[in-house]
């Protein structure tokens, strides 16, 4: 059983459009992120949520909007593609907030916009 | 803000060979470091981590690190390396953020295994 699972693995789409990954964990962990790793391989976060709330959310445009339905689910939605958001996309959750939780990452989403 | 580098982006190492994979840190408070490996199309996965109390810690598939607050470094090392060792190591630093976790990595290093 896969412990963190996004969809889709790949997804190429063209400037403008509006796109969405989601994720799901079933480990039963109470927190879940959004990470960005760019072309470089440096990965930064983007949002986490703890408990269906928003507690983390870098600078990051308002044009990525996460949502999520319960704990065990935390969806990306990306509006108005630009070509600076091609990049792989990671979901990982953890069992807490406490900076002794480990983060359990997804296979990741590599995007393209072309 | 905590800050993580990992001077090395590349390295080549002989199957068999040791290995240590060098990551320095910069936080005021005591630091909560992690290594996770990342195989070419998956995710990462957690190595091993150092919160406090022994600084030599020992990870999965045979990785160890050692804290050294003096130096500011958490550097990763094995003995033996193996021809499925080859992938890309980050290095981490845990921090609060708005008293949540808050996880920065540093660029990676790839770690290139030749027979």
């Known amino acids: 059983d896969t412990a963190v699972s996004q969809t889709p693995k790949y997804l190429v789409t063209q400037m403008g459009n509006d796109k969405s990954i989601k994720c799901e964990q079933n480990?039963?962990?109470?927190?879940m992120y959004w990470y960005k790793q760019d072309s470089k391989k440096f990965l930064k976060i983007m949002f986490s949520?703890?408990?269906?709330?928003?507690?983390i959310n870098e600078t990051v445009p308002n044009r990525f909007s996460p949502k999520s339905p319960d704990k065990a689910h935390l969806n990306l939605h990306i509006n108005s593609l630009e070509l600076g958001d091609s990049a792989v996309y990671f979901c990982?959750?953890?069992?807490?907030?406490?900076?002794?939780?480990?983060?359990?990452f997804g296979n990741g989403t590599r995007l393209t916009v072309t | 803000a905590q800050s993580v580098t990992q001077p090395d982006i590349h390295i080549t190492v002989s199957e068999g060979a040791s290995l240590e994979l060098r990551c320095n840190y910069s936080?005021?408070?005591?630091?909560?470091l992690f290594w996770y490996v990342q195989s070419p199309g998956q995710g990462l996965q957690l190595l091993l981590k150092?919160?406090?109390?022994?600084?030599l810690v020992q990870g999965i598939k045979g990785f160890e690190a050692e804290f050294k607050r003096s130096q500011s470094s958490f550097n990763l090392r094995k003995p033996s390396v193996h021809w499925s060792d080859a992938a890309e190591y980050f290095c981490?630093?845990?921090?609060?953020?708005?008293?949540?976790?808050?996880?920065?990595f540093g660029i990676g290093t790839k770690l290139q295994v030749i027979p």
């Open positions: 981490a630093v845990g921090a609060r953020s708005g008293g949540y976790q808050k996880v920065t």
């Open positions: 936080y005021g408070a005591t630091p909560y």
């Open positions: 480990l039963g962990h109470d927190t």
């Open positions: 949520y703890n408990n269906k709330e928003l507690i």
């Open positions: 990982a959750s953890s069992p807490g907030t406490g900076l002794t939780s480990p983060l359990h």
């Open positions: 150092y919160f406090s109390g022994d600084t």
